[in-house]
């Protein structure tokens, strides 16, 4: 078996493993992953404020069976700070990222995912962002992260290794079901810096270590 085909394997028992959660399962969850990317990312992004700099978050609007990480995007609103989604381009594929301010910038959009409104200014300065939340279907100890397929998280992630940038700080949230013994990783896959299930914790040894 060659790395795509284990690949496509791993996403279909993760993604049937996810979808056999319970609703009230689910929901508890979701709910104590959320209040801990809260925590965690609003001391990132509070340690981010100086002057002519606004702290700027780029995450994603779950669907489906994924973690629910609306409560992040709230708590920034709530903090004046920015928050940004992307809207997925297919030729060349890429994502765009737009700034939005509430759900009501947002309307059912490519694949029925949650894209912003065509009125949402475009965000392009990408060194602005301070803190990138991602989605998944499975982890590994060693910060892998296995995606849907598309590539369109790892192509956004090498325009900083080829330009040279800081990258920012790359966190997920997920259930404990999702990880796995390993991700196949290619070369242009990126890892995470932290992560974060229902049970505990996990921060690369370069930022901080394993907190539990």
Sequence with gaps: MNIKEWKVEL???AEAERNA?????????SKRISEALVRRIGE??????RPGHRP???????????VDVTPVMEACWAKQYRVLVPKVQQEPKQLKLF??????DLEKGSWNIPE??????RFHDVKQIDVILVPGLAFDLRFGRLGYGGGFYDRFMQQYV???WSMPYIIAGAFELQMIKEVP???????????ITEERTLRASATGGVKR
Excluded: C, N, Q, W
């Design 116 to 121: 912003p409104v065509s009125s949402a200014p």
């Design 185 to 195: 990783m290619g070369l242009f896959d990126f890892r995470l810096d932290e992560l």
């Design 56 to 66: 700027t978050l780029f995450t994603y609007v779950p669907v489906k069976s994924e």
């Design 162 to 164: 080829r330009s040279g």
């Design 11 to 13: 996403r279909r028992h």
């Design 99 to 104: 700034e939005i301010s509430s759900y009501d």
């Design 44 to 49: 990132i992004m509070d340690s981010s404020v």
């Design 21 to 29: 959660l319970s609703p009230s399962e689910h929901s508890s969850k």
